[in-house]
């Protein structure tokens, strides 16, 4: 499979917050000095660009190469009091290969961050730790949430009444929404349920805040709510909405994909509407640290790069309705839609892909290295 892609100069507005970690991150630099110094090199001369939009992301493609060499580069990064410079070194470790266990405890200080966007980055990033390449999917249709392991076996996490959505938590547990169930779970490794919040109208999508609240796409109820642990509802937002996907931001802004309503839109915490992109059918969003937004147009076949002002930055644009995206470290992009799951590369070239039902949510924990190739025969 072929993606088209389009591409034309970034912009970005830095975001003004701040997080910062000490000892674990120093700690973990000095116990990951390479033997290749010209590499570490380069990787601290990539960390630089984390403040240059329009270099961002081929640095960070970059750094990624580099393996256990962009350690130190990274756990320097990751103490940086500006939250986009930690969000993209997070980011880039994500997509690390090899071992990166040094970067645990810093990551793990991270998804405790009060930045929603730093501490979802982290959360991430832990997953990646643990994932090995692995790719967790929601198929839909079949109820299901699985993991696919690096050598392509399925591993069957979760299963409710037309399952929407599940995303890992920092701590390895799973966040699930059920649409049928009218429910989002958390389950733990065993698949024990430790926290619900039930009595909801066909849920899609579920988040977990820092401080231990939940956003919830409550899709039929025509709002998105959000829940503390004992499940009151401490905000809500219930304009014109019919929505699929949510994602609260660093800014303390929430990101709203909406069926056949309101499109996408941005909403702060007065429900004031400070951005949109009108749309039918968009199913799934990514804010990424430099401002730009990925965003899933399942109703025009195509998933687009954007700045604020709607400018399409990249494009990538596919035979089937895309449902859920992610743009992984390396610069490839991991889309699922109705009866396809596949990686394309930086230009639209299918690398991987894999026979699904409907999909609804994908995400990439690790670096998926290709298998090793075949060893020819003696005598051949």
């Known amino acids: 499979m072929l993606a ?76 940086d009091p500006r939250p986009e410079i930690v969000q993209w070194a997070l980011f880039a470790s994500a997509g690390l290969a090899g071992d990166c266990e040094s970067l645990r405890e810093p990551v793990r200080l991270l998804a405790t961050s009060s930045n929603a966007s730093v501490a979802a980055a982290a959360a991430h990033a832990l997953a990646a ?27 069957e996490l979760a299963k409710q009444p037309m399952l929407m959505d599940a995303a890992r938590l920092s701590d390895g547990h799973l966040l699930v929404t059920s649409y049928r169930g009218n429910c989002v779970l958390e389950l733990d490794a065993q698949g024990g349920e430790v926290w619900s919040q039930r009595g909801l109208q066909e849920p899609s999508a579920a988040q977990r805040l820092p401080g231990g609240n939940t956003l919830i796409a409550d899709s039929s109820a025509l709002r998105v709510i959000e829940v503390d642990r004992k499940g009151t509802i401490v905000w809500q937002y219930a304009e014109h909405v019919r929505p699929i996907r949510v994602a609260r931001l660093g800014n303390g802004n929430t990101l709203i994909c909406s069926y056949q309503a309101s499109g996408l839109v941005e909403v702060d915490r007065d429900g004031k509407v400070v951005w949109r992109m009108p749309g039918q059918d968009i199913r799934d969003v990514e804010r990424l640290p430099d401002d ?30 895309p449902r859920a995206a992610e743009l992984l470290p390396d610069g490839h992009l991991l889309v699922g839609g109705n009866g396809h799951l596949v990686e394309v590369d930086d230009g639209g070239v299918e690398v991987w892909s894999e026979k699904v039902g409907i999909i609804n949510t994908v995400a990439r924990h690790g670096r998926r290295e290709p298998p090793p190739a075949a060893k020819p025969e003696a005598g051949k």
């Open 292 to 321: 730009t937004t990925l965003v899933t147009r399942t109703d025009e076949k195509r998933v687009v790069l954007v700045d604020r002002g709607l400018r399409v930055l990249q494009e990538w644009k596919f035979a089937f309705e």
């Open 129 to 155: 730790l643990d994932g090995r390449g692995s790719t967790l999917i929601v198929e839909y249709d079949s109820a299901h949430a699985v993991e696919i392991d690096a050598a392509g076996e399925w591993h």
């Open 4 to 79: 088209h892609v389009i591409r034309s100069q970034r912009v970005s507005t830095p975001l003004l917050l701040a997080s910062a970690l000490t000892v674990a991150g120093a700690a973990g630099a000095a116990a990951q000095e390479h033997r290749e110094p010209d590499a570490g090199k380069r990787a601290r001369q990539l960390v630089t660009s984390f403040e240059l939009p329009q270099q961002v992301r081929a640095a960070v493609r970059e750094l990624v190469g580099l393996g256990p060499a962009a350690l130190p580069a990274l756990h320097v990064a990751l103490r």
